[in-house]
């Protein structure tokens, strides 16, 4: 089906675009970003890891799948695992918005190049994928529980979506809505009563809804979300939580299984929830993730406890040294959280995003760009090894940054949310802005009623708490409200009213703006103690130390070669501060060796004071191998 005539989203593209809810998000064209933490890090990605992604991906012949699959050939000639068509698919996402963050004449022909590729593997019925259907592969919808056939189409729309927003419909919508089409023609109300293993279809097919207008995706959206939890899955020992096919979404009280899984089909469901205005949907969804974060999340933010199905683990269930956290769960709960933000307005999922932002996907990826965490341990207990650059490691669970993994979703997964993260920082609604997310940015954009407004920000966060709006463009009053952290305690704001003291968790409001007003936020940036519930068994008895949005960790290349696992910290005296880190008081004391671990009363520790150095956690491995922890023993 050819494509309706569409120009580019003159807002410049954004990631969600809702038709109706409390917050309306702003586009690339309007916000930003232009230096800071985040703005490094747009050119890291931008400007290595792009080009590295599409390297690994060309050597190890997932792009030339889609060559391959054009001639006919099968299995014998395909590369890679039966979803690496995703990820050549989110590597297009990412450079299409790269694109709307910064124009190029030679990345525009890489896209244009690889759109052709997977146009001409395109079926003539719209089916799209190079491990099933031709000679010598299996059979289309063969295998739903792990063939991950609509995983991949969803990550074929969402990368389609994403160069429509920015450049106008071209090609690769054209390719989108054929393989939608066949998608709806199979699956639809008198089609397969079936869902994929692996939710990512959900979300696609409302974008693609709210860009074409096409009704029928949005129904075939709701289709997959409602069929959810009737275990039309084959009987797997994972279970069927591990494909979110346990319970229906509107029944369940938490997030479960399989931990992108669960959290993909969490925002497809918000989605639909949004576009049919089922209101219960949405509150389901909101109460099931608000008590993941109050039971089921690291104090990263991470989420998944459990390595061997990727999964959350049980309530409380949050082992240090086995966090799997895996960093595509970071970028899945980013896109559940700004979805919930949009829809209700609250900002606690905000800070959400910050937290995870700052100590998952800041974490994850390497100073240069080409290398990447899998899973985000909060404690590594041996050093982490040396991994070389040329090679690709198989284990994907744990361990150092790597260059590249067997299973690299989580690479071109967090490209894709940095190319486009300067649609996250700020929303509109008819009486001005809201900030979420502190970074040196520019704003630029018009209000329901027309009226143009615009604000400069400034900030050294998150080494620094201050952070500095001045309004550039007001045709005529509007109120901008800045989010004020909860952990912010002390916090201020001076404005032309003098300065005065706000209130953490909510946000502060400046009405009656014009241009060259200036408001000067400060955040209090001293390192405090943080304990954790007394149910999470793994951690009873440590403290962790954080500064603003910062998780801190204890390195053992800052300790002088002592264990980490001896080491104990004595919580009478506050952190202290220590640039961007902190130094807490501690000592080092190792119990003696004996024939069997477990006595009729604690052994004697002889133990040696130590001054403890504590950088903030996504720094950590960027110095050589190491030991790291986040939960300090207390003395």
Not at 574 to 580: L, S, V, W
Request: charged residues 25%.
């Amino acid at each position: 089906m050819p494509s309706t005539p569409l120009g580019a989203d003159p807002t410049g593209g954004r990631p969600v675009v809702p038709s109706r809810g409390r917050r309306r998000p702003l586009g690339l064209a309007e916000v930003r970003i232009d230096g800071g933490f985040w703005g490094s890090r747009q050119a890291t990605n931008g400007g290595a890891t792009l080009e590295h992604a599409r390297a690994w991906m060309d050597k190890l012949g997932w792009t030339g799948n889609f060559t391959t699959a054009e001639t006919g050939h099968g299995s014998p000639d395909r590369r890679g695992r039966e979803f690496s068509d995703s990820e050549v698919y989110k590597l297009m996402e990412a450079v299409a918005w790269e694109l709307g963050r910064r124009p190029d004449a030679g990345r525009e022909a890489e896209l244009r190049e690889l759109t052709r590729a997977v146009r001409a593997a395109q079926a003539p019925d719209g089916y799209l994928h190079t491990a099933y259907g031709r000679p010598g592969q299996r059979p289309r919808y063969s295998d739903l529980a792990f063939g991950h056939e609509l995983y991949c189409t969803g990550h074929l729309v969402q990368a389609a979506v994403a160069r429509a927003r920015v450049a106008g419909a071209d090609e690769l919508l054209d390719v989108a809505r054929r393989a939608a089409d066949h998608v709806c023609d199979t699956f639809g109300p008198d089609g397969v009563w079936g869902v994929c293993g692996h939710p990512e279809i959900e979300p696609a097919l409302v974008e693609l809804a709210r860009v074409t207008g096409e009704q029928r995706y949005l129904e075939q959206a709701s289709l997959f979300v409602e069929r959810r939890g009737h275990r039309s899955i084959p009987q797997h020992h994972v279970g069927w939580a591990y494909f979110s096919d346990e319970q229906p979404v509107r029944a369940a009280r938490v997030l479960r299984g399989h931990a992108v899984r669960a959290l993909y089909l969490a925002s497809g469901a918000v989605d639909v929830a949004v576009e049919t205005g089922d209101d219960e949907l949405l509150e389901a969804v909101a109460a099931q993730f608000d008590r993941t974060l109050a039971r089921r999340t690291y104090l990263t933010g991470g989420m998944g406890a459990r390595h061997a199905d990727e999964a959350f683990g049980d309530d409380f269930v949050l082992p240090a040294d086995r966090a799997y956290a895996e960093t595509c769960a970071g970028v899945a709960a980013v896109m559940l959280a700004w979805r919930l933000l949009l829809a209700t307005g609250q900002p606690r999922y905000a800070d959400v995003i910050e937290r995870i932002l700052y100590n998952v996907v800041a974490t994850s990826v390497s100073d240069d760009g080409r290398s990447f965490f899998y899973a985000n341990t909060l404690h590594q207990r041996t050093p982490t090894p040396t991994v070389p650059a040329d090679r690709e490691q198989l284990g994907f669970g744990g361990g150092p940054r790597a260059p590249w993994f067997e299973v690299s979703c989580c690479l071109p997964n967090v490209a894709r949310l940095l190319a486009s993260l300067a649609g996250y920082l700020v929303t509109a609604d008819d009486g001005g802005l809201q900030v979420h997310q502190f970074a040196d940015a520019e704003v630029d954009t018009r209000l329901a009623d027309g009226r143009a407004v615009g604000l400069r920000m400034r900030t050294d966060y998150p080494a620094g708490g201050d952070v500095t709006v001045r309004v550039t463009a007001a045709d005529g009053p509007w109120t901008l409200a800045l989010r004020v952290p909860p952990w912010a305690a002390g916090a201020t704001v001076t404005d032309r009213a003098g300065r005065r003291s706000v209130p953490p968790g909510e946000p502060a409001l400046f009405p009656d703006l014009a241009v060259g007003d200036e408001i000067r936020l400060a955040l209090p940036m001293r390192p405090r103690w943080t304990v954790p519930d007394p149910r999470i068994d793994a951690v009873r008895g440590c403290v962790a130390v954080e500064r603003g949005p910062v998780v801190l960790c204890a390195e053992s290349v800052d300790q002088a070669g002592d264990d980490l696992d001896a080491l104990r910290v004595d919580t009478r005296t506050p952190p202290g501060p220590d640039g961007d880190g902190a130094t807490v008081t501690g000592g080092i004391g190792t119990p003696p060796d004996g024939p069997w671990p477990y006595a009729d009363e604690q052994p004697a520790t002889v133990t040696h004071p130590a001054a403890v150095r504590l950088v903030p956690y996504h720094r950590w491995a960027r110095r050589g191998p190491s030991t790291m922890r986040v939960w300090l023993p207390t003395a």
